[in-house]
Structure formats: structure tokens, C-alpha cells
């Protein structure tokens, strides 16, 4: 093992596909075969979290999985869904007019780069690959039925999910498993990058929208964060082991080439995409952003 310890201390082993050397790469794909992918965004997180809490928090929660348990995690994806539908709705209650920092793209072009990160994966021989969203909006609904979609197409079994589908119990005494940028996310973030979290930017009397803060924010706590990740880094390990008892050599591989997933893309995604979730115009009472709002443009 290459010595790392200049990682902090100890001597960490390195996980994250684009930093390490092929013999690494070769040396864990051999003891577990698995692909772990994150997806997320920077977008509003409040005063107090880095604009790229979602996919810092899958990111880092994915790094800890493969230390746990094994696996490579891929390169990040930090562009994700927003500005369409209800996210834009949304958008304006929670953002207001603030410039927001976002790194958006539209679901077609998000979830066509998932086919084709998920491609890669099984030319390369992965027996299981798990894609986890950070990012939270009616996405990860879609994400599902874009796994149910692919999986016909695959040797290499599949799952997609958000983090807090694996956040359980949640945060200690009241269980609760996700939030936008509330005491959940912050603790999270807090936990896994303790530099991009600053408390002390949450005012005592916040007025809202508030760069999208959370109303609990304030209750945020880093040993929360800490026990909420090691439940989720457990969930994804229990997620691994079902999925590599399931794969099966004999089943067709069929998602093999740029063409290929072209073609998946038109035959059986295209026909499906006007029910996607994420594309959805309104949310919660709300049918359009007002006239002259920045969050019109895309809705
Ligand atoms: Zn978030």
C-alpha cells in the first residue's frame, strides 16, 4: 500500500478512482468489485454550509462506505437538476432573488450523463455499481425509475437512492432523515468536511428565505452528523452486500457503447421523460414563480 499518511495521521487508504494509481485501481477492484457514484450540486445551503454541501455530503458519505466496505468511488458529478418545475418554485420561496451560485442542468442532460457514468462502469467489469443523490427535489424518484429502466440492459446489478433513504434511525432523538440545509444537512457536512461548516454565520433572529437556510439549522450538532453518517456508511454496506448476491454472470450485457446507450436513451428513455418527477410545474400551492423573478427564465 502506497503510504498516504500525509492524509492526516493515519494511514487512510485511498478510495476515490481519479486519485489513485491504476495498480491501486486494480488491487481494490479485485477485492470488491464495486462502484460507488455521487451526484449532487452547489446550490444555496444557507450563511453557514459551503454552496456544495450536497455533493460533499454524498461524496464524503461514498469515501467512508468504500473504507468501510470496499469499492472505488468514481469521480464526482457536482452538476444535478434544478431551475425546471417545482425546483424553481421552490427556488424562489427558499432563495428569493440572492444570486444563487448554482451548478444546474436540466433532468435530460443529468440523468443521459448517469447512463452514460453507469456504461463505463459496466465495460469495466464492476459486479454492482450505487448511485447516491445528495440533492433532494422529486430527483431521486426519477433516479429510481432510471434504475429500474437500465437494469434490462445490465450484467452489473444497480441501485439508486438518497442519502436519507439509508439515514436510520436519523438524527439522534427525534429522527428526522433529511432537511435542506437544517440541522440534518449541517451536521452531515459539519461531520464529514468540519472546514466548510461556520456556525456562527446563523444569525439568532434569521428572516427568511435566507440563502435557503433550514428553520432548524441552528440545532445542528457535529457528533449528530458523525452518528447519522456511520448509519448511513451501515445502509450502504447492507445495500453492497445484497447487490453483489445477486449478480449473476449468465445475464446479458447490453449497454456497451456510445451508440449503445444512445439508443437506450431514445427507445426507452425519451417516451418516458414527460413523466419524470423532476420536470413536475408546480409545488406545493404554487403553480408559477412571478412574473420578472430570475426563477421564471427556466420553470
Ligand atoms: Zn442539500
Same mark, same amino acid.
Given at each position: 500500500?502506497?503510504?498516504?499518511?500525509?492524509?492526516?495521521?493515519?494511514?487512510?487508504?485511498?478510495?476515490?478512482?481519479?486519485?489513485? *494509481?491504476?495498480?491501486?485501481?486494480?488491487?481494490?477492484?479485485?477485492?470488491?468489485?464495486?462502484?460507488?457514484?455521487?451526484?449532487?450540486?452547489?446550490?444555496?445551503?444557507?450563511?453557514?454550509?459551503?454552496?456544495?454541501?450536497? #455533493?460533499?455530503?454524498?461524496?464524503? #458519505?461514498?469515501?467512508?462506505?468504500?473504507?468501510?466496505?470496499?469499492?472505488?468511488?468514481?469521480?464526482?458529478?457536482?452538476?444535478?437538476?434544478?431551475?425546471?418545475?417545482? *425546483?424553481?418554485?421552490?427556488?424562489?420561496?427558499?432563495?428569493?432573488?440572492?444570486?444563487?451560485?448554482?451548478?444546474?442542468?436540466?433532468?435530460?442532460?443529468?440523468?443521459?450523463?448517469?447512463?452514460?457514468?453507469?456504461?463505463?462502469?459496466?465495460?469495466?467489469?464492476?459486479?454492482?455499481?450505487?448511485?447516491?443523490?445528495?440533492?433532494?427535489?422529486?430527483?431521486? =424518484?426519477?433516479?429510481? /425509475?432510471?434504475? &429500474?429502466?437500465?437494469?434490462?440492459?445490465?450484467?452489473?446489478?444497480?441501485?439508486?437512492? !438518497? &442519502?436519507?433513504?439509508?439515514?436510520?434511525?436519523?438524527?439522534?432523538?427525534?429522527?428526522?432523515?433529511?432537511?435542506?440545509?437544517?440541522?440534518?444537512?449541517?451536521?452531515?457536512?459539519?461531520?464529514?468536511?468540519? +472546514?466548510?461548516?461556520?456556525? /456562527?454565520?446563523?444569525?439568532?433572529?434569521?428572516?427568511?428565505?435566507?440563502?435557503?437556510?433550514?428553520?432548524?439549522?441552528?440545532?445542528?450538532?457535529?457528533?449528530?452528523?458523525?452518528?447519522?453518517?456511520? &448509519?448511513?456508511?451501515?445502509?450502504?454496506?447492507?445495500?453492497?452486500?445484497? #447487490?453483489?448476491? /445477486?449478480? +449473476?454472470? +449468465?445475464?446479458?450485457?447490453?449497454?456497451? /457503447?456510445?451508440?449503445?446507450?444512445?439508443?437506450?436513451?431514445?427507445?426507452?428513455?425519451?417516451?418516458?421523460?414527460?413523466?419524470?418527477?423532476?420536470?413536475?410545474?408546480?409545488?406545493?400551492?404554487?403553480?408559477? !414563480? =412571478?412574473?420578472?423573478?430570475?426563477?421564471?427564465?427556466?420553470?
Amino acid at each position: 500500500m502506497v503510504d498516504r499518511s500525509y492524509l492526516g495521521g493515519e494511514v487512510l487508504r485511498e478510495v476515490r478512482w481519479e486519485r489513485m *494509481y491504476p495498480h491501486e485501481l486494480e488491487e481494490a477492484f479485485a477485492a470488491c468489485p464495486v462502484a460507488w457514484f455521487s451526484y449532487g450540486l452547489c446550490e444555496p445551503h444557507g450563511p453557514q454550509n459551503a454552496v456544495g454541501l450536497d #455533493l460533499l455530503k454524498a461524496h464524503g #458519505l461514498l469515501v467512508r462506505a468504500a473504507r468501510a466496505h470496499g469499492g472505488i468511488v468514481a469521480p464526482p458529478d457536482a452538476w444535478h437538476v434544478h431551475e425546471v418545475g417545482g *425546483y424553481a418554485i421552490w427556488a424562489e420561496r427558499e432563495i428569493g432573488e440572492a444570486r444563487p451560485w448554482l451548478t444546474a442542468v436540466p433532468p435530460w442532460v443529468h440523468f443521459k450523463n448517469v447512463c452514460y457514468h453507469v456504461r463505463a462502469a459496466e465495460v469495466l467489469g464492476f459486479r454492482a455499481a450505487i448511485l447516491l443523490t445528495g440533492h433532494y427535489g422529486p430527483n431521486w =424518484e426519477d433516479l429510481k /425509475t432510471l434504475v &429500474d429502466l437500465l437494469q434490462p440492459w445490465l450484467r452489473m446489478r444497480l441501485h439508486g437512492l !438518497p &442519502d436519507f433513504e439509508v439515514n436510520r434511525p436519523g438524527f439522534p432523538g427525534d429522527g428526522a432523515d433529511g432537511d435542506h440545509a437544517g440541522k440534518v444537512e449541517t451536521s452531515l457536512l459539519w461531520a464529514l468536511e468540519p +472546514d466548510l461548516v461556520d456556525v /456562527t454565520r446563523i444569525p439568532e433572529t434569521p428572516t427568511f428565505p435566507l440563502f435557503a437556510m433550514g428553520r432548524t439549522a441552528a440545532e445542528s450538532r457535529r457528533e449528530a452528523g458523525e452518528q447519522m453518517a456511520a &448509519d448511513i456508511v451501515a445502509g450502504l454496506g447492507r445495500l453492497q452486500g445484497d #447487490l453483489l448476491a /445477486t449478480w +449473476d454472470p +449468465d445475464r446479458p450485457s447490453r449497454l456497451r /457503447t456510445f451508440g449503445d446507450v444512445e439508443r437506450f436513451w431514445s427507445e426507452v428513455v425519451e417516451p418516458r421523460l414527460p413523466d419524470f418527477k423532476s420536470l413536475r410545474r408546480t409545488w406545493y400551492d404554487k403553480a408559477a !414563480p =412571478e412574473a420578472g423573478s430570475r426563477w421564471r427564465e427556466n420553470w
